[in-house]
């Protein structure tokens, strides 16, 4: 009963929060180019219209299940994250589990797109893709090294070790480790100079090119989600995690604000780019880091 | 636009899911509250679609950033049709580029708005008498607003964007439906523009039959002609070699 009441709460709360990174974001980017930026409940006013949307186009069947497995996907990663009084799914999965299902929504993504048969869209799968296979590696080697420093893979456990100030953290213990996870998750979340599947400008959005009205409104949802778990990750394995929401909280839009702040600031990188920058840059910063923990 | 209710609508045993204006009476309290709340979000998040090969284009980059930050009643730029509500048309449109808009403007997904910018959108402008310059929007798509002005400054685009979400709040910027209520009427001045072979991919008269926004006339002797050609074209033989009757 404890467990279906935290399957049920933690994609609600995962939401709520996602919103408000969402917000944050679009408001970080109106300071920086010195506008107001949009009002509180604007994320959600965006989704809801979206829903209400009074007609839709659907390119076929694999279009439609690719919106649920996206959704699926990245309310499942949500369950396998433990949150303070709640631990969910955590304790029957640990972070490799977690690289798995946070690749579903990329591979939903694909097979609904392909139907799509846009060639703005083909060409942002493919490029989304890509981009995957660059910011894998440095995360993997990341995660490594920071699963072999605490004997452990388990999240809960992981953020556990590193109780009692803030010289225990991750950030302090393993600094490489958490430089190279850095640079990945805000590859991961697709931030500029990263940006290269979405690129309004040049391939029209990409894999969203041909997502209206309820399709676009589940990406947006996804997209909260999607910066509620990454922030998440990155929280319990170099900030810590938290003993209650208020010390958790803080952390996590600490790390969604960095990558927000740094992305007004650059262009946009060309795919190939990207894939040289992220296998050498933090790939190897995350190789000399995984070789000092292998060393101690 | 005429008023919605004067139509007699047809209605397709099959398509009960359809989104049919409901009479005020008719409609239960918890479908008035869920449509009120809908059209609410609906007037505060707006993205916009620019169609800007006419002139005016400058205008608007004043309006997006920061000294008239258009985002803060929700509005932001969208590049692609789909995800579009408005479609914001600047100066004026030539014949060439008018077939562009109707191409895009039957990719969007309804609700959708059409904000004609520019005297040149409301009666041709200062190309008033030229050959190659559509003169009134509204004859080939239906417009929910204008804003008139040779040019209109960022301020009075702003007044427009307010009165249109006013109007999308209280809901009466319905003029979306018409294009499928007198599909027939936009069609004849489309092939009046274009020649009687114009046809578009997308097929208003099924979708305005599946979303129960079809009425009488939505077809007529323009659509008949639409359909006639199709039947030729699926008459006609495919490829090179079996036009001749070569093989065999």
Redesign the interface.
């Known amino acids: 009963m404890k467990l279906l009441s935290e399957l049920l709460l933690m994609p609600l709360i995962a939401f709520g929060v996602g919103l408000l990174l969402v917000l944050m974001m679009?408001k970080v980017r109106?300071r920086v180019?010195?506008?107001?930026?949009?009002?509180l409940?604007?994320p959600?006013?965006?989704i809801?219209?979206l829903y209400?949307?009074?007609?839709?186009?659907s390119h076929g069947v694999m279009h439609d299940i690719s919106v649920m497995m996206l959704l699926g996907g990245v309310i499942c990663v949500t369950l396998f994250l433990p949150v303070p009084g709640m631990s969910g799914l955590s304790d029957r999965g640990d972070i490799i589990t977690l690289m798995y299902l946070m690749m579903v929504p990329s591979l939903g993504m694909a097979l609904g797109v392909g139907q799509c048969a846009n060639p703005n869209g083909s060409i942002g799968i493919s490029r989304a893709l890509t981009a995957m296979a660059g910011y894998e590696v440095p995360f993997v080697i990341a995660v490594a090294g920071v699963a072999i420093a605490y004997g452990t893979t388990d999240l809960a456990q992981i953020a556990a070790a590193q109780q009692g100030g803030v010289m225990q953290w991750g950030l302090f213990q393993q600094p490489l480790l958490a430089i190279a996870g850095l640079i990945a998750i805000h590859a991961m979340l697709g931030k500029e100079p990263f940006e290269i599947y979405v690129a309004?400008?040049e391939i029209?959005?990409g894999p969203?090119?041909?997502?209206?009205?309820k399709y676009?409104g589940t990406l947006f949802t996804m997209m909260s989600f999607q910066l509620y778990s990454v922030g998440l990750i990155y929280t319990l394995l170099f900030l810590g995690g938290g003993e209650s929401w208020l010390l958790l909280l803080p952390k996590l839009f600490a790390v969604v604000f960095v990558s927000v702040a740094v992305t007004n600031i650059f262009p946009r990188h060309r795919t190939e780019k990207v894939i040289g920058f992220m296998w050498k840059w933090p790939t190897g910063i995350a190789l000399l880091g995984l070789g000092l923990v292998m060393l101690r | 636009m005429s008023s919605m209710t004067s139509y007699p609508i047809y209605r397709d045993p099959d398509t009960a899911i359809g989104?049919r204006t409901v009479d005020e009476q008719e409609r239960s309290l918890l479908r008035r509250v869920l449509d009120r709340?809908?059209d609410h979000?609906?007037a505060?998040?707006l993205f916009v679609l620019h169609y800007c090969t006419g002139c005016g284009a400058i205008e608007l980059p004043p309006s997006m950033?920061?000294r008239f930050?258009l985002?803060?009643v929700?509005m932001q730029p969208m590049?692609?049709p789909?995800?579009a509500?408005i479609l914001l048309i600047t100066g004026y449109l030539s014949v060439k580029t008018l077939k562009r808009v109707i191409l895009t403007y039957e990719?969007m997904?309804?609700?959708k708005y059409v904000m004609g910018f520019g005297s040149c959108t409301i009666n041709g402008g200062m190309y008033w008498n030229s050959y190659a310059t559509v003169k009134r929007l509204q004859e080939y798509i239906p417009v929910d607003m204008y804003i008139a002005g040779c040019m209109p400054r960022p301020e009075a685009i702003q007044q427009g964007f307010l009165q249109l979400i006013e109007r999308i709040d209280s809901g009466r910027a319905t003029a979306w439906q018409d294009y499928y209520r007198r599909y027939d009427w936009y069609l004849g001045n489309q092939q009046a523009m274009f020649g009687e072979q114009f046809q578009t991919p997308t097929d208003v008269i099924a979708?305005a039959r599946h979303?129960a926004l079809a009425s009488a006339e939505t077809t007529g002797r323009h659509t008949a002609l639409l359909e006639q050609q199709l039947q030729q074209a699926a008459l006609m033989p495919v490829g090179p070699g079996r036009a001749a009757g070569e093989s065999q």
Do not use: F, N, W
């Open positions: 679009r109106a180019e010195r506008r107001i930026g949009p009002p409940l604007q959600l006013y965006d809801l219209k209400g949307k009074k007609t839709q186009i309004p400008a029209a959005t969203m090119v041909e997502m209206s009205g676009m | 989104c709340i809908a979000c609906r505060r998040s950033t920061s930050d985002e803060r929700g590049v692609t789909r995800q509500d990719q997904q309804g609700p979708e979303y």
